[in-house]
């Protein structure tokens, strides 16, 4: 089955605990990018991926870091978590720009 | 500058009654693909419909259609007899290319019994 898989699903941490969200696709996929989505503002695009080893910013990237050494596989890494990146992140994944973009079912992060 | 707005924060309806959620974008360039997403209380996004912008042909799926005027720059979504099950958030966006993917506020929709 095709799918974008995200862990771990739910997330309590203290400020300033490194953490990392993990993202793989089994789609074979170019594309992967990450997502916040807050009330009122949506989703925002944090970082994308265009293939391996090619990353870029997104909108708000501050605060985020990712890496992408395997095509499946596009992690994000909070070094030092703070109570305002407490959201709800997906990862996502397309085959090129402008096909239908996969959706992980989301990581509920909570920084106290 | 690209952007998505979806003016509609929460629209409310009784079950039974069309809803039109609307969506209007900008962008300045002549290749993009737009995009409708659901996301149900559950949390998940379900991909609804895509659209490039050579294709201005409205689309039906059942209860759900789209009219798509790059005119007014519009991609509107309109539910015909709404059922309970449709209450969601939902999400218009655009895609311009290099995968940067803008997406609007969401529209809250309730549909009551």
């Known amino acids: 089955e095709a799918q974008v898989t995200q862990n771990p699903r739910y997330l309590i941490t203290v400020t300033g605990k490194k953490l990392t969200v993990t993202c793989s696709q089994n789609m074979n996929h170019e594309y992967m990018s990450w997502y916040r989505q807050d009330p009122g503002l949506g989703l925002r695009q944090i970082y994308y991926?265009?293939?391996?080893?090619?990353?870029d910013k997104g909108d708000v990237p501050e605060g985020y870091k990712v890496s992408r050494k395997e095509k499946r596989n596009f992690p994000l890494i909070l070094e030092s978590p703070s109570p305002n990146q407490t959201s709800l992140y997906f990862c996502?994944?397309?085959?090129?720009?402008?096909?239908?973009?996969?959706f992980g079912e989301g990581s509920w992060l909570t920084v106290v | 500058a690209q952007k998505v707005t979806q003016a509609q924060t929460e629209i409310s309806v009784v079950e039974k009654e069309d809803v039109t959620l609307d969506c209007v974008y900008e962008t300045r360039d002549t290749t993009y693909y737009l995009f409708w997403y659901k996301q149900p209380p559950s949390g998940e996004l379900v991909f609804l419909i895509r659209?490039?912008?050579?294709?201005?042909q409205n689309e039906i799926s059942g209860r759900y259609s789209w009219n798509f005027q790059k005119s007014t720059s519009s991609f509107n979504f309109t539910i015909t007899a709404s059922q309970v099950v449709d209450s969601a958030v939902y999400f218009c966006a655009l895609d311009t290319g290099g995968f940067k993917t803008i997406f609007g506020a969401g529209t809250r929709l309730f549909v009551k019994a």
């Open positions: 659209r490039n912008s050579f294709d201005e």
């Open positions: 996502a994944s397309s085959l090129v720009f402008g096909n239908t973009i996969y």
């Open positions: 991926s265009m293939n391996v080893e090619v990353t």
